[in-house]
């Protein structure tokens, strides 16, 4: 408990210090001033309209990500499973960027349940794919079959953006993974729906950790597993869903922090999930910080400093699980 409220704090400082930093430094307590008692004044306007925007989008999108991460990887008994990594991320991309396409460029609700439609679509494809002949029970089948699925999804999503400019120049940075340009208006738009999901996960963890110790053994203390499964597939659509709909498909945070987790709190669900939504969101807080501060650019897309990181941390994970089943 005490480790949880450590983390809590240290995200609040991450958070102040990122709205501090940027073209203009704000001091701590003009922040605070204008979180407290807006005024109107120039500073609390860029605080309260494009800087708080920002972090709010990343502290979503990290719980969601980091949260969904966790789910997916007990669900499936594979510690690889992420919505990244399964083609969720990648789904929920191409139906927005279509539905964008098709109808012209929208944002929060107009497209929030394309995104939906879109990871749930993606999980179904890709558990189906990694069924055949078995290869589900193989802890790297699933892994296979998202790495096909994405990178199908994402052709298809590149190939839509080729004959169209102006969905193209619309989503440039979103689908690189990007918090920034978003809107309050956005955020209200997208918050229901993965603070729902993320409250929803906390009640589950029990049911989780006996899933993560596999489908016999959940059987074997009277589990319902396709019951608990379904639950959990709908709460992954409702937070990998959303945080693609907000910040893009924003790669690996579910991937590394509940990795970081379980080190750390052990393999109790009640404990990694709540330690997942704060750890994932202080990751891209920080890491939204830090990419636009060493290449000075507002615009960086969050996304590729993730990936900076996240790329080895998959490929030593991988190392790691292969030499461990030979």
Request: proline content about 3%.
């Given at each position: 408990m005490l480790a949880l409220f450590v983390l809590l704090f240290l995200l609040a400082?991450?958070?102040?210090?990122?709205i501090s930093v940027g073209t203009t430094w704000m001091p701590a307590k003009t922040?605070?001033?204008?979180?407290?008692?807006?005024?109107?004044?120039?500073?609390?306007?860029?605080?309260?309209?494009i800087r708080l925007p920002r972090v709010l989008t990343a502290i979503i999108a990290g719980s969601a990500l980091a949260m969904s991460g966790a789910i997916m990887q007990a669900v499936t008994n594979n510690p690889l499973a992420s919505p990244g990594l399964l083609g969720i991320n990648a789904g929920a991309a191409f139906a927005v960027v279509t539905m964008m396409?098709?109808?012209g460029s929208g944002s929060g609700s107009s497209y929030i349940w394309f995104a939906f439609g879109g990871a749930g679509?993606?999980?179904?494809?890709v558990y189906a794919l990694g069924s055949v002949g078995g290869i589900v029970h193989h802890s790297l089948g699933l892994i296979l079959a998202g790495a096909v699925v994405t990178a199908f999804l994402t052709s298809l999503t590149g190939t839509v953006l080729i004959f169209d400019q102006s969905t193209l120049d619309a989503v440039r940075l979103w689908t690189a993974g990007s918090v920034s340009g978003r809107t309050l208006a956005e955020i209200l738009d997208v918050a229901p729906y993965v603070t729902v999901a993320l409250a929803a996960s906390l009640f589950i963890g029990?049911?989780?950790?006996a899933l993560s110790l596999g489908p016999?053994?959940?059987?074997?203390?009277?589990?319902?597993?396709?019951?608990?499964?379904g639950v959990s597939v709908v709460i992954v659509m409702l937070l990998a869903g959303g945080a693609v709909a907000l910040a893009g498909p924003i790669g690996f945070v579910g991937l590394i922090v509940p990795h970081i987790v379980r080190f750390m709190v052990?393999?109790?669900?009640?404990?990694?999930?709540?330690?997942?939504?704060?750890?994932?969101?202080?990751?891209?807080?920080?890491?939204?910080?830090?990419?636009?501060?060493?290449?000075?650019?507002?615009?960086?897309?969050?996304?590729?400093t993730i990936a900076l990181v996240g790329a080895p941390f998959f490929l030593w994970l991988a190392r790691t699980r292969v030499r461990a089943e030979t």
């Amino acid at each position: 408990m005490l480790a949880l409220f450590v983390l809590l704090f240290l995200l609040a400082l991450g958070c102040l210090l990122a709205i501090s930093v940027g073209t203009t430094w704000m001091p701590a307590k003009t922040v605070i001033a204008a979180l407290v008692h807006f005024d109107g004044s120039r500073d609390h306007i860029l605080i309260i309209a494009i800087r708080l925007p920002r972090v709010l989008t990343a502290i979503i999108a990290g719980s969601a990500l980091a949260m969904s991460g966790a789910i997916m990887q007990a669900v499936t008994n594979n510690p690889l499973a992420s919505p990244g990594l399964l083609g969720i991320n990648a789904g929920a991309a191409f139906a927005v960027v279509t539905m964008m396409t098709l109808t012209g460029s929208g944002s929060g609700s107009s497209y929030i349940w394309f995104a939906f439609g879109g990871a749930g679509a993606a999980a179904v494809v890709v558990y189906a794919l990694g069924s055949v002949g078995g290869i589900v029970h193989h802890s790297l089948g699933l892994i296979l079959a998202g790495a096909v699925v994405t990178a199908f999804l994402t052709s298809l999503t590149g190939t839509v953006l080729i004959f169209d400019q102006s969905t193209l120049d619309a989503v440039r940075l979103w689908t690189a993974g990007s918090v920034s340009g978003r809107t309050l208006a956005e955020i209200l738009d997208v918050a229901p729906y993965v603070t729902v999901a993320l409250a929803a996960s906390l009640f589950i963890g029990r049911h989780l950790t006996a899933l993560s110790l596999g489908p016999d053994a959940s059987r074997a203390i009277g589990q319902n597993t396709a019951l608990w499964r379904g639950v959990s597939v709908v709460i992954v659509m409702l937070l990998a869903g959303g945080a693609v709909a907000l910040a893009g498909p924003i790669g690996f945070v579910g991937l590394i922090v509940p990795h970081i987790v379980r080190f750390m709190v052990g393999v109790d669900y009640r404990w990694i999930l709540p330690f997942c939504a704060v750890g994932g969101a202080f990751l891209v807080v920080i890491a939204d910080m830090m990419g636009r501060t060493l290449f000075a650019s507002q615009s960086f897309p969050v996304g590729v400093t993730i990936a900076l990181v996240g790329a080895p941390f998959f490929l030593w994970l991988a190392r790691t699980r292969v030499r461990a089943e030979t």
